[in-house]
């Protein structure tokens, strides 16, 4: 199991959970990143997990088309993962 992840993985996370069904686009520009490091980011946080690497997407978020546009919503071990981090930072 892969232990340290990247900040900018945190970061989609985070900004995932707090806008919860946000368009792909919208975290993209929100984060100021390219669409090919959302792609990978997102990626990597759903199940699909990062193409050429021998680990497994995390299962916290699930990408859904809305048009023509990725939709981003929470899993429940997404809404889980958040609810812990929160009772981490908040107490």
Known sequence: M???I???LVRCFLYIASHDGCHKQAMEEAL???TASGS???DWLSDKGRVGI???GLGLITKELDGRRQRLR???KGKDT???MKALIYG
Do not use: I
Request: aromatic content about 0%; cysteine-free.
């Open 2 to 4: 892969q232990r340290e």
């Open 6 to 8: 990247p900040g900018q």
């Open 32 to 34: 100021d990143m390219t």
């Open 40 to 42: 990978r980011n997102t």
């Open 54 to 56: 021998k680990h497994e």
């Open 74 to 76: 929470l899993t429940s």
């Open 82 to 84: 958040a609810k812990l």
